[in-house]
């Protein structure tokens, strides 16, 4: 079976040369029938890529325990979900998830454009396939995944294996790494458009328009990767952190900040022809983060928990980012001219002189996180000395830059395209800034007293009067002149744009996830020691511990502990929260209870008996508001997908002023 | 002494000896190495090692950390010795290397982590100021015949409001 699993992966390696080969010569050599080759070929390696991603699959649900990759990512109690995630689980496995995902996105990619954009698809193949290229050489070459385990030594087969790690186990961590690559991978297809329209040099916008879809869905993607690790850590960790600033997690951060600024101004060149330099900086920079955060991940580069082991990628990896980020760069000053401007900015007061300040406010937040993740690397070169770079730093440095980001969110809106004088600005500021005031004052008021809390319940307060705002003075327009109910007026009114509308609920799930991160600052925890039937006060909660039981399955033994809470003497749930020892790798892992609430959650951590095995040891957590975040994140899911639905009124913007001749208005979807 | 006054003095003396010793509780519990004040202030300053949360001694929530409550020992004993937090730092340090820092100190090579972002964000300013002139529509220059009809437009609406602004009745 390996060596179908092996050969699949070499002929899929052949296949990309010759794709980037054939269609280079094909689009330079003036030769179809190569390029058709080529496209073809990208059907191909999806196929192989599939196959060998079958026979890895099959070998690990049916515990072939001769491979290496298996018997150190499986074992034969693990339940087959677990085994089926193992895929991605260790560095072999999921550089070959990571290859098959690039090979699933290219057949798509090559399947609706079968038929258009014939002088930017080679290009587009080309580059689409040079990384899947590089992919699929370090699974071939460098960290297979069908290595046998003392191949030659006589073993054929091995008893079992050592299965994943416990805390991976976890209903998250199914889907949260292939929502990441998902992210990761997708952001390939508009950096190769948007290359492959600078190097043929197409006139217009298409590769816009055709990857902005695309680029959103990738964006939701990395986002919805990001929450559920984020999820993840919260329930499984046992501490209740969400975000450590770990490098890793730091680095599925950073093209997600690009990406993100990328959305905002691309929309600039679309309406207004402007920053075609910036959104190709852009668009290139997601890319090479992702490939930087791969790189971060599987080269051990930087210390990190969740990096995978030191391992023999290193120099390829670093190779493939820096030539790539060369070519890139070359790619882009050479062909300066082509993306000059179309358009004057008409006032630093304007909604583009906005966007643009955005887009530097998210760059120097990326930045910052780039910085401190690699500074310790930088700083070991230099001087030798390791040097640590945690929490402190990174919450000093982006708490700022985020309280201003949210203020720029509310403040976006009121102003308008072109041009805003400053009696609209204060009428639009007005109420918004009132609101946000007086929620402060209140909050003030009743006994809050952390100042950078104060400030951003203020500017949440701000940014969503701001929203509801407009959406208040739409639907109330329409409801004026249709005489519809006003639920029926937003719901029209969000369909007549649903790109702007869908925007504005992003940035309310996005303060709501504002609202979230503020309340840590209130967090609460305690060390508790209890006793059969024995009470604690803890916060507003009466905690009492009725029971603790022991039970074994096959993969593991488990002790848990039932409590009763009860709030102003009534009893309100019971949490049962438990310590599991799995067998195979000898493994302790903490099942928390949490009570969710909007208000707070009440979050206990059952760590074990203490030595007299008299007392059952807690550590309990409060966590205020800490659910905003994670409702947040449906928010801003279903802001995207309204982003993602056509609109109704399809607005035609004709240039200001063109470069060029036009022969027609740019048809834009606002 | 009255019975009633003497009763009253004995509750008064037994609210004020519960006082007291409520008022010691907060002390007694200080002194648990893992909770002290000063072992949570001094600890910020200090990275947790332990690999799993990224936080400072001070902070770090994870129960039993491997790391965290060992250094606070560490530091109680210090706080015990009469080291200031300063001293306790440096020691530290001194002995585990700048590694033991939550953040680098703003100081020597260190000093590039606190200040690159900032150098990084007015680059930024002084690109977006840049761009901003560069690509700003300059005020356009109107020839005599178009000065001529904005006069003319302009005397139109002084005349036709008034000189209060209001529309002169017809």
Not at chain 1, 76 to 90: E, L, R, S, V
Not at chain 1, 346 to 351: D, M, P, T, W
Not at chain 1, 434 to 460: K, M, Q
Request: aromatic content about 12%; proline content about 4%; some cysteine.
């Amino acid at each position: 079976m390996e060596n179908i699993g092996a050969l699949s992966v070499l002929l899929a390696f052949c296949l990309a040369v010759f794709a980037v080969a054939a269609a280079v010569a094909g689009k330079y050599g003036r030769r179809p029938f190569l390029v058709v080759s080529a496209a073809r070929s990208v059907y191909a390696i999806w196929l192989l890529l599939t196959i060998a991603s079958g026979v890895l699959v099959y070998s690990l649900i049916t515990g072939d325990y001769r491979l290496a990759y298996v018997a150190a990512h499986s074992n034969k109690a693990m339940p087959a979900i677990y085994k089926f995630t193992a895929w991605w689980g260790g560095q072999e496995g999921s550089l070959l998830f990571w290859s098959w995902l690039l090979s699933s996105y290219s057949a798509i990619v090559v399947y609706n454009n079968r038929r258009k954009f014939q002088s930017m698809m080679p290009i587009v193949i080309a580059i689409l396939m040079t990384t899947e290229a590089f992919f699929i050489s370090m699974v071939t070459f460098v960290a297979s995944p069908f290595a046998v385990l003392m191949a030659g030594k006589g073993i054929i087969n091995v008893g079992d294996g050592q299965g994943l790690n416990p805390l991976l186990q976890w209903w998250t961590m199914v889907i949260h790494p292939p929502f990441l690559y998902l992210g990761f991978v997708g952001f390939v297809v508009p950096f190769a458009f948007a290359m492959a329209s600078l190097i043929t040099r197409q006139p217009g916008e298409a590769w816009i328009h055709t990857t902005r879809r695309w680029a959103i869905v990738t964006w939701l993607f990395q986002t919805t990767g990001v929450m559920l690790g984020m999820g993840w850590a919260y329930t499984v960790l046992g501490w209740g952190g969400y975000w450590g600033w770990d490098p890793v997690e730091n680095a599925s951060l950073l093209p997600w900040i690009t990406a993100t600024a990328f959305l905002h101004s691309v929309m600039m060149q679309e309406k207004k022809g402007m920053m075609k330099v910036w959104n190709m900086v852009l668009v290139s920079a997601t890319f090479l983060l992702s490939i930087l955060g791969t790189t971060l991940t599987r080269t051990g580069l930087v210390s990190s928990v969740h990096a995978f082991a030191q391992s023999p990628v290193k120099p390829y990896f670093t190779t493939f980012l820096i030539s790539a980020t060369v070519l890139t760069a070359f790619a882009i000053i050479v062909n300066l001219p082509y993306l000059r401007s179309e358009v004057k900015l008409e006032s630093v007061v304007s909604r583009e002189s906005s966007f643009l300040f955005n887009n530097l406010i998210l760059l120097a937040s990326c930045f910052a996180v780039l910085w401190g993740t690699l500074f310790p690397v930088i700083m070991e070169a230099l001087s030798g000395e390791k040097e640590t770079i945690d929490a402190p730093y990174y919450n000093r440095v982006n708490i700022p830059i985020g309280l201003f980001l949210l203020f720029l969110t509310g403040v976006g809106p009121l102003i308008a395209w072109r041009k805003s004088s400053l009696d609209s600005l204060k009428r639009a500021f007005m109420l918004p800034a009132i609101i946000g005031v007086a929620v402060a004052g209140a909050l003030t008021i009743g006994g809050v007293r952390h100042p950078e809390a104060l400030l951003s319940f203020g500017l949440c307060a701000f940014v969503l009067s701001s929203i509801l705002g407009e959406f208040w003075k739409g639907s109330r327009a329409i409801q004026g002149k249709e005489h519809v109910a006003l639920p029926r007026a937003a719901f029209e009114l969000t369909w007549r744009n649903t790109r702007r509308y869908g925007g504005y609920l992003v940035h309310m799930g996005i303060v709501f996830m504002f609202v979230g991160f503020t309340g840590s600052a209130f967090n609460q925890q305690e060390t508790r020691y209890l006793g059969l039937d024995q009470s604690t006060r803890f916060g507003q909660y009466d905690i009492k511990l009725l029971t603790v039981t022991d039970g074994d399955t096959p993969d593991y033994a488990k002790s848990q502990a039932v409590l009763d809470i009860s709030k102003n003497g009534e009893e309100i749930a019971q949490m049962q929260p438990e310590i599991r020892e799995y067998k195979a790798s000898q493994q302790q892992s903490s099942f928390v209870a949490i009570r969710r609430r909007l208000n707070e959650d009440l979050y206990i951590n059952y760590s074990g008996i203490t030595s007299d095995n008299k007392k059952a040891i807690f550590k309990m957590y409060l966590f205020p508001l800490v659910d905003w975040l994670w409702a947040g994140y449906w928010v801003v899911l279903f802001g995207t997908l309204v982003c993602l639905v056509p609109s109704k009124v399809r607005l035609l913007y004709a240039r200001t002023e063109v470069v060029g001749i036009a022969t027609k208005p740019a048809t834009v979807e606002s | 002494m009255p019975q009633n006054l003497r009763q009253w003095n004995l509750r008064l003396l037994t609210a004020f000896a519960a006082v007291l010793a409520l008022s010691f509780i907060p002390a007694l519990i200080a002194q648990d190495p893992l909770t002290s004040p000063a072992v949570l202030r001094v600890g910020q300053r200090l990275a947790c090692r332990c690999g799993g949360c990224r936080n400072s001694v001070g902070t770090c929530p994870m129960i039993h950390c491997e790391f965290g409550d060992p250094m606070r020992q560490r530091i109680f004993k210090m706080t015990q010795a009469g080291m200031s937090d300063d001293e306790i730092v440096n020691t530290i340090v001194r002995e585990d290397g700048i590694v033991a820092l939550a953040a680098p100190p703003a100081s020597g090579w260190g000093l590039f982590t606190w200040v690159m972002p900032g150098i990084a964000l007015v680059i930024g300013f002084f690109v977006y100021s840049a761009y901003v002139r560069r690509h700003r529509k300059a005020p356009e220059q109107m020839t005599a015949s178009e000065q001529a009809v904005l006069d003319r437009f302009s005397s139109q609406i002084d005349r036709e409001l008034g000189e209060d602004g209001e529309v002169p009745q017809k």
